[in-house]
C-alpha cells in the first residue's frame, strides 16, 4: 500500500483524497496496533494539518473529506450533522433484495468497551433511515448454503443519517448482509468470494459525496471510482454495464 493516497480534490479549503480499504481514518481503541492512519498519511502528504470531518470504516474504501482549516471543519461538520451532504456507496449483498426501497430502522447504539470507554451502555435507539436500488443480480452455480445456487446483488445505497455500522447493520437487517463483512455477514459467503474471486475485503464503497461548498454557494460532487479490488469482480459477476461510468473512471466537479 503506498503512503500517498489519490486526491480527488483539493482547493485552499478542503481536500478529498481516496481512502483505500483497511486503512484506518485516526487511531482506534481497538486497533491500538495500527501505525497508519489517513489523517496522518494526508497531514504528511501536504506538509500541513488537516481536519477530518466524518468518517469512514477501516473496511470501506472510498471518499474521505478533510478540511484545512478549523473554521472550514466546524462548517462541514455541521452540514454533515443538519444531513446536508449526499452520500452515495456501492455493496455487494447476499441473495435478492427489492429493485429498490427504503430500509427505515432505528439503530441502538453499540456499546464496546474495547472499541471506545467513552461509549454509553443503555442508550435508546436513535433514527435510522437508507434508500437503496438494486443495479444488478447474479445467481452462480455453487452451493454455498442449503440450496444449489448462490445468488447476490449490486447495490447503491444511499444513508439519509448517519449511524456507526449503518449501512451494514441494515442490509443485515433487511437479510440481504454485506458480503466480506466479518461482523453482520454470513461467513460462509464471506469464504467463498475469498475462494472462489480471491475476496478479501468488505465489499463496501464510498464512491460519492455531494455537498455545499463551505466558502461559496458552489455544490461539489467528489466521486472516487471502485479500487481494482472491488471493480475486479465486476466482470467475472456480469454487472460492469450495471455501474455508472463515473464509479468506474476517476473524476470530480
Known amino acids: ?107 441502538r447504539e453499540e456499546y464496546d468497551r474495547h472499541d471506545d470507554p467513552r461509549a454509553r451502555a443503555g442508550k435508546d435507539p436513535q433514527p435510522a433511515r437508507t434508500r437503496f436500488r438494486t443495479l444488478a443480480t447474479a445467481e452462480l452455480p455453487f452451493a454455498v448454503g442449503r440450496y444449489p445456487t448462490s445468488r447476490y446483488a449490486l447495490v447503491q445505497a444511499a444513508p439519509e443519517t448517519g449511524r456507526k455500522h449503518q449501512l451494514r447493520r441494515h442490509f443485515k437487517h433487511l437479510c440481504h448482509p454485506l458480503i466480506g463483512d466479518t461482523k453482520y455477514g454470513e461467513g460462509r459467503h464471506n469464504r467463498f468470494f475469498r475462494d472462489h474471486f480471491a475476496c478479501r475485503r468488505l465489499l463496501l464503497a464510498a464512491v460519492e459525496l455531494r455537498l455545499p461548498h463551505p466558502a461559496d454557494p458552489r455544490l461539489l460532487t467528489l466521486t472516487a471510482p471502485l479500487e481494482n479490488s472491488f471493480a475486479r469482480l465486476l466482470d467475472p459477476l456480469g454487472w460492469r454495464t450495471a455501474v455508472p461510468e463515473r464509479f468506474l473512471s476517476r473524476g470530480t466537479t
Not at 481536500?15 to 484506518?24: F, R, T
Open 1 to 107: 500500500m503506498s503512503d500517498a493516497l489519490p486526491i480527488l480534490y483539493q482547493d485552499e479549503h478542503l481536500v478529498a483524497v481516496h481512502k483505500p480499504a483497511g486503512l484506518l481514518v485516526h487511531r482506534s481503541w481497538i486497533d491500538r496496533h495500527e501505525t497508519r492512519f489517513a489523517l496522518q498519511l494526508v497531514r504528511d502528504q501536504l506538509g500541513r494539518r488537516v481536519f477530518p470531518v466524518h468518517r469512514l470504516d477501516k473496511p470501506t474504501s472510498g471518499v474521505l473529506l478533510f478540511a484545512l482549516d478549523a473554521a472550514v471543519a466546524r462548517t462541514l461538520g455541521q452540514a454533515f450533522l443538519a444531513n446536508q451532504v449526499e452520500k452515495t456507496y456501492l455493496a455487494v449483498v447476499r441473495g435478492l433484495p427489492p429493485a429498490e426501497g427504503l430500509i427505515d430502522h432505528p439503530l
